[in-house]
């Protein structure tokens, strides 16, 4: 890891305005991107890991505030303007979303979605434009990609329509994707295609790759580092076998025993008890304290910084030593 | 122009696509054919169940029973039901439909020369309509909640709330009779003289279709712009304008042109009304003219023709709408 990172997040934080107050629903997060990296964002429902992927090109719903700095080519993303971060949205920076259905435009057929995206980003004629759209769905593995091409999104199985919106976003050569979920909505077995889908295309394209996910498993198979997320904060973030492995946040202990495991003796999940926390009512201190297992009163008042603990893996926790002890204990 | 006649490259390699749409269009005009026969049966049912008969209007109340029956030979009101309907749906594929009892000319002719009239009226208030719910609709959705949406919605909840009758008397006292910007009635002579004629008619009629239609486009937007494909689009990088015409205008016209159609019919309806408080001589005038006269050739020609045009108005509308969404075509 001595190349110089592709992305460089520091200080994000997002404010969402809520009539009588601001709400943050990322706050202070920082973390790099390496070249041909794939990093894995997890976390609960509301714990700003999509608002974050959304934060890195501003694509966010009006009254929606980002700070702090994304630095992308040598640029800060925050603060460029608008007909500049055109540019680099779906030219440089490309996302996937979590429902294929819902994210492709129900009234006008794949092709039209690909050529869009070549027109605004590439010099390519009407012909460059027409061969390099049959090309994409080729390269994204759909059969008879011609006549796919002029058919439209209801006309695709789910599957096939997450390769198409694949197709669609790597369409002018992005040199890094977000994906928000990208196999939430599909079959397991779907899964795994696409996930090896992304894979490849990585190593083809030399892109990198930033996941957001709810699923672990989805971690373990697909990315080379990962970043924990609780109440809009990274709670512990490095290499994924050392992360999940070793784990030094109370929340990622908690995170892999409610992951039901095959082959060995069935035992009881243990789930975290509670709820993630209000945006608007986060506790001082650590915002996990409340259902903590480990929590004691510095982590009710004083708030944990994110520290290193070996090489390239750091966790924001105040009993980081106590938990990797956990681990030990219980397995 | 030249240019555009050369093929530039391989045309379409999906043959498919064109092919399901004309299916659909002919199965749609197919569709038309049941509707026509049973609007046909309608009107001559209710006609033959008006109270009065067509003979004692035409002759007074002191008739001859040998005049009334020479009136109704002449009507073919004295053949068996079944007979008169078949003559009934003769004389509309034919186009001879008799001769008003009223005016003595032949109804068809009457026809052709009001109803272009409220067509035209019609229009230009369909086109009022959309010219000023459109923009608006979307300039309300794009500034939802703020004080620009609160002034359109509440400004056409006003021309909602408000009678036909009541709008055209104030145009008319205030664009007609004061200023003396439009002229108060008629139709006048030629067609931009048509136009100006009928410009304060048209707006009269088009202020409830155009409060309808902003309503229904101002919420469809609204959804549209959550949907994740206009997010999508915005995540490729697309200049506003197409991320506004080909994403959002597109998606949220298709659920407001469904409304549009079918208020065609009651613009219809609405130009009755219009007509008489602006003396335009077009059908719907004819229309309640007739009525009371009981000029029953003409009433029934003219129903089964104003029925024919919504039918059409709705096929139209069907085929945009089946134009800007293929899962339609099915």
């Known amino acids: 890891m001595t190349a110089a990172p592709a992305l460089s997040v520091r200080n994000l934080t997002t404010t969402f305005d809520l009539g009588a107050s601001r709400v943050a629903a990322v706050r202070d997060v920082s973390f790099d991107v390496m070249p041909g990296e794939v990093l894995g964002l997890v976390g609960e429902s509301g714990s700003g890991k999509s608002v974050t992927l959304r934060s890195l090109t501003r694509l966010l719903p009006s009254g929606a505030e980002v700070s702090g700095q994304v630095i992308w080519q040598g640029r800060n993303l925050v603060g460029l303007a608008p007909k500049d971060l055109r540019k680099v949205r779906g030219g440089e920076i490309s996302m996937i979303f979590q429902e294929p259905a819902t994210a492709l435009n129900p009234v006008l057929p794949i092709r039209v979605q690909i050529e869009e995206n070549l027109r605004a980003h590439t010099t390519l004629d009407r012909a460059g434009r027409r061969r390099r759209s049959q090309e994409l769905l080729d390269l994204v593995g759909i059969p008879d990609a011609a006549r796919r091409l002029d058919e439209y999104p209801h006309q695709f199985s789910g599957g096939m329509r997450q390769r198409a919106m694949i197709a669609i976003a790597l369409a002018s050569a992005p040199r890094l994707l977000l994906a928000d979920e990208p196999t939430t909505a599909l079959d397991v077995t779907i899964q795994d295609q696409i996930l090896n889908l992304i894979l490849d295309l990585r190593d083809e394209l030399g892109m990198s790759v930033v996941l957001v996910t709810h699923d672990l498993g989805v971690i373990a198979q697909t990315c080379d580092r990962m970043a924990v997320m609780y109440a809009g904060r990274i709670v512990e973030e490095g290499g994924v076998s050392p992360v999940l492995g070793h784990p030094a946040h109370a929340y990622t202990l908690g995170l892999l025993g409610s992951v039901p495991q095959a082959g060995t003796e069935r035992t009881v999940l243990r789930s975290i008890e509670g709820t993630p926390p209000a945006l608007s009512a986060i506790p001082p201190g650590c915002a996990f304290a409340p259902r903590c297992v480990f929590a004691t009163d510095i982590c009710r008042t004083r708030a944990p910084e994110l520290v290193g603990t070996t090489e390239g893996h750091a966790a924001a926790c105040h009993h980081s030593a106590m938990v990797r002890h956990q681990l030990g204990v219980s397995a | ?330």
């Not at chain 2, 269009?25 to 569709?31: A, K």
């Not at chain 2, 959705?141 to 036909?164: E, H, K, N, Y």
């Not at chain 2, 490729?236 to 407001?256: D, E, P, Q, V």
């Open chain 2, 1 to 330: 122009m030249r240019a555009r006649l050369r093929p530039r490259f391989p045309k379409c390699t999906n043959v498919r696509a064109p092919r399901v749409m004309l299916e659909y269009v002919l199965r749609r005009i197919l569709q038309l054919i049941p509707t026509l026969l049973f609007i046909l049966v309608v009107v001559f049912a209710l006609v033959r169940l008006l109270p009065g008969d067509p003979a004692s209007a035409v002759l007074g109340d002191r008739a001859l029973d040998a005049d009334v029956e020479r009136i109704n030979r002449e009507l073919g009101l004295d053949q068996p039901i079944p007979v008169q309907f078949v003559l009934f749906v003769k004389s509309f594929v034919t186009g001879d439909l008799g001769n008003s009892i009223a005016l003595k000319v032949p109804v068809s002719t009457l026809i052709l020369e009001r109803l272009p009239v409220t067509m035209m009226l019609t229009f230009m208030a369909a086109v009022f309509a959309v010219a000023t719910s459109v923009p608006l609709a979307f300039l309300a959705a794009l500034r939802r909640g703020r004080a620009t949406d609160t002034v359109i919605r509440s400004g056409f909840q006003v021309g909602l709330s408000m009678p036909v009758f009541f709008v055209g008397l104030v145009l008319l006292t205030v664009f007609g009779a004061r200023l003396r910007w439009f002229p108060v009635g008629g139709y006048g002579e030629g067609f931009f003289d048509h136009v100006y004629h009928l410009i304060l008619p048209s707006i009269t009629l088009a202020l409830s279709l155009s409060a309808v239609l902003m309503r229904n486009l101002r919420s469809a937007v609204i959804n549209v712009l959550d949907a994740d494909y206009v997010a999508f689009a915005e995540s490729k990088g697309l200049r506003s304008g197409i991320i506004l015409f080909r994403h959002i205008l597109r998606n949220a016209l298709i659920s407001t042109l469904a409304i549009f159609g079918l208020s065609i019919g009651t613009l219809l309806g609405g130009a009755v009304i219009t007509e008489s408080v602006f003396a335009v001589p077009g059908a719907g005038r004819l229309m309640v003219d007739s009525i009371y006269g009981r000029d029953y050739p003409v009433v029934q020609g003219l129903t089964v023709a104003l029925a024919v045009l919504v039918s059409l108005t709705f096929l139209t509308t069907d085929l945009i709408q089946a134009w800007l969404d293929p899962r339609l075509k099915k």
